[in-house]
């Protein structure tokens, strides 16, 4: 007898996705368990592959087998937890075992392989191999001969505080050079240490008790319970922007953590994180890690490691920190639970909500879910009693919610008012700068002009590689294409097509900010989009100066709408809500009703109430007034009856199957083998309720050069359909069609409890 290991390799497609079976050497045999990272010979020419072993048993020695190459250390095996979640995510959403490993661990905790220092035998190693920097102290004293410089007088009083980094001796105009050679005189010695873990070190520790209202103290009371008991409890904290739902949160992660639990608080977007954070470690100290996209590598893999090893109580992150390798988890909350940022759209393609939910299941804790436009599904989950809904219906202190008013941009224009801004809300905009206080405007459209159109033939300019406008960016003097970043430069004044004069129009926020800044020659402008926030750590520096009102305008797209709590803001304006009135897809309402609400719930937050102005060219939609008077109840009425009348969640699951690839016909071909491949085997089986909608070519009909169909598939989502699913991807991979396209299957399972 021998121990075997059946393993699953990374690279290999859905449809060879199954696991292989390895011999395990003796001298590896204590090393190999399961959740074990290994190297393994894989195919014909037994070429060296990264694996995650997901079985051990002990079986008759088979000569064919082949043996593992290398294992990596103990620390770096999937903990059982983490194991479950990606058996999880590979049965719920169609992705291979290897992406779904790469999804609950960060890159910085892989391994990949090597060579051996022989230059042959395969080996592993850390991905990342550099988590030192350098920190210098202060051993000897400064010889007054030679006369010592500036730096080193400078570098030598500043350490005698204590050791310092590289990076903060740098920051204040030390260079490494000085350092070095202080070093060299033995005045310093300079250390490897670790790199800090402590990313927010500077956000002090108040621990303030709070102090909840007579309704948040009945919203806690109502949900603290559930903490207790380790069973798993599903809620919806729906509550009215600025009704202080982060308050209870902090209340509810207390009674978590004096009860011994540990608690995950996810947030839709990086935005939103620095704000988080300070709340949460200020109020708890330094026992909060955080898990987001834009920690680099080392950042986010130490912050990983503190929590695997048990040094954090908290975690605060975006959706991926959903797998944070936290233990006895007791509360689980997802701020603005609406958003769609809470879904992958690469694979494994996952909703946080329901890694969430299983989550609870598995650690018996408390799922929170929150917002004050909470999904459509959400909510109708709450009125079936699958979720407690717990509401908020006043703001805190008895701020009124911000009141609301309609500008009709068409009647601006016959007015001969041409401009972007109306002047309704030029002149509120003027009072509010008068007043000292602040205005957060909306335009969710990012460069200069959108759109650029030939006066002779009318054709727009799109870019060559999608089936999108080409949107001019003036700093950067090109057009830019916001899919796949190709550029035009130099900005074309003539038609490619016809040679006729191209005409910029549409209006972006960098044209807005220009015209602000034209109407408002005094104002401190700050512009928050994709562009202006790139850089590292960009949000949350711009974000604390506004809150020091070092600006006095923050315009933005849809990153300033959600969230953001500044207490001077008493104006917000909606310059570019249109474009959405009319997008598609079943969650184009709630999505206009979720960002109106939610960017007019920006204002009036302390004492002064807020005002809103909302300018649009179809001021009697009816989602729009609803959105207006910030009636989520009578929207939600509204919604669930076209949601049921038409068969959408939470009526039905949607299963978007993409096809994509560079030539058209072929992906058309695709689709259609699949649909009919899925029209099959959905007869074989008898009395599964399908619904299929296509295929039909994506809203977006090519991207990078790629083009794209879909198949919608109404269903129920549940295992028999997931089987089916997978025959049918099974049988359609098999046909190896010639005119193959990349197939993708994406879940709609929100809602779904
Ligand atoms: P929401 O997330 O519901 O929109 P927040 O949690 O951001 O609201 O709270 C809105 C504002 O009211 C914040 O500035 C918060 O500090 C303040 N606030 C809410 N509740 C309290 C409370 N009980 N004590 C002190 N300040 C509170
Ligand atoms: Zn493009």
Redesign the pocket.
Same mark, same amino acid.
């Given at each position: 007898m021998a121990k075997t290991v059946q393993v699953a390799v990374s690279n290999t497609t859905y449809h060879f996705d199954k696991l292989y079976s390895y011999l395990v050497m003796p001298d590896q045999e204590a090393l190999v368990r399961c959740g074990s990272m290994v190297l393994v010979p894989f195919g014909k020419a037994s070429k060296p592959r990264m694996g995650i072993v997901l079985g051990c048993d002990e079986v008759p020695v088979n000569a064919k087998l082949k043996a593992v190459f290398d294992v990596a250390p103990d620390t770096a095996a999937l903990t059982p937890d983490l194991m479950r979640l990606v058996l999880f995510l590979r049965e719920r959403t169609f992705c291979t075992y290897y992406e779904a490993v790469k999804a609950v661990i960060p890159y910085g905790a892989l391994y990949k392989p090597a060579l051996a220092e022989d230059g042959v035998t395969p080996v592993l190693q850390k991905q990342l191999t550099r988590h030192t920097e350098n920190q210098y102290r202060l051993v000897g004293t400064l010889p007054q001969k030679p006369k010592p410089t500036a730096k080193q007088l400078a570098a030598v009083a500043l350490l005698g505080g204590g050791p310092r980094l590289l990076n903060d001796l740098e920051e204040k105009g030390i260079s490494k050079d000085v350092l070095d050679r202080l070093c060299a005189k033995d005045v310093l010695v300079c250390e490897k240490v670790n790199k800090t873990v402590d990313l927010y070190s500077h956000i002090p520790y108040t621990g303030a008790e *709070?102090?909840?209202?007579p309704a948040?103290q009945d919203a806690y009371d109502a949900l603290a319970p559930h903490l207790a008991d380790n069973r798993p409890h599903g809620a919806l904290l729906y &509550? *009215?922007? &600025?009704? &202080?739902?982060?308050?209870v949160f902090v209340k509810l992660i207390q009674q978590c953590l004096a009860l011994g639990r540990k608690a995950l608080v996810l947030v839709p977007e990086i935005g939103l994180t620095p704000q988080m954070i300070t709340r949460l470690k200020s109020a708890f100290g330094d026992r909060v890690a955080v898990q987001h996209s834009a920690l680099n590598h080392t950042e986010r893999f130490l912050q990983w490691q503190m929590i695997q090893s048990g040094g954090a109580d908290i975690v605060v992150g975006t959706r991926s920190a959903v797998f944070a390798p936290l233990k006895d988890i007791g509360l689980i909350i997802i701020d603005e639970e609406q958003e769609h940022t809470y879904r992958s759209e690469s694979a494994p393609r996952f909703s946080a909500h329901e890694v969430a939910r299983q989550r609870a299941a598995e650690n018996g804790s408390l799922l929170l879910l929150a917002s =004050?436009t909470p999904s459509t599904e959400t909510y109708y989950a709450a009125t079936q009693n699958k979720y407690q809904l717990v509401k908020?219906t006043q703001?805190? %202190?008895g701020n009124p919610l911000p009141s609301v008013e309609l500008v009709d941009m068409r009647a601006e224009m016959a007015a001969g008012n041409p401009g972007d801004i109306s002047r309704t809300l030029e002149s509120s905009l003027r009072q509010t700068l008068a007043n000292g206080q602040q205005a957060i405007l909306l335009l969710n459209r990012r460069g200069y002009q959108t759109v650029t159109v030939c006066e002779d033939c009318g054709q727009v300019l799109k870019c060559e590689k999608c089936s999108v406008p080409m949107v001019y960016h003036k700093a950067r003097g090109e057009l830019l294409c916001h899919y796949c970043g190709s550029t035009i430069r130099p900005v074309p004044k003539i038609c490619p097509s016809c040679g006729g004069k191209l005409n910029y129009t549409g209006f972006g926020t960098q044209k807005a900010e220009e015209e602000l800044a034209k109407l408002f020659p005094e104002a401190r402008i700050l512009r928050m989009d994709q562009d202006s926030t790139s850089t590292k750590d960009a949000h949350e520096r711009l974000l604390a100066q506004f809150g020091r009102h070092e600006y006095d305008i923050m315009l933005g797209t849809q990153m300033v709408a959600k &969230?953001l709590?500044f207490?001077n803001v008493t104006l917000v304006g909606v310059l570019g809500i249109d474009s959405l009135l009319f997008a598609q897809g079943f969650r184009a309402y709630e999505n206009v009703f979720s960002l109106v609400t939610q960017v007019v %719930?920006r204002g009036g937050? =302390?004492g002064t109430p807020g005002h809103a102005i909302i300018q649009t060219v179809a001021p009697e939609d009816p989602v729009l007034n609803l959105a207006a008077r910030q009636d989520y109840d009578a929207f939600f009425e509204q919604e669930i009856v076209f949601r049921k009348l038409s068969l959408y969640p939470p009526f039905c699951r949607l299963c978007m199957v993409g096809f994509s690839g560079t030539k058209e016909p072929d992906v058309a071909f695709a689709a259609a083998r699949f649909a009919a491949l899925l029209g099959q085997l959905a007869a074989q089986n008898g009395k599964l309720p399908l619904r299929v909608l296509g295929p039909t070519p994506c809203t977006i009909a090519k991207i990078n050069e790629k083009y794209r169909y879909q198949l919608t598939v109404k269903c129920r989502g549940d295992k028999a359909f997931r089987d089916l699913m997978r025959q049918v991807l099974a049988a359609y991979e098999k046909e190896k069609l010639p005119q193959k396209a990349s197939v993708i299957l994406d879940m709609h399972s929100d809602g779904d409890l």
């Open positions: *709070v102090h909840l209202t948040q &509550g *009215v922007t &600025g009704s &202080g739902k982060t308050l =004050a908020l703001r805190y %202190g &969230g709590d207490e %719930g937050r =302390a």
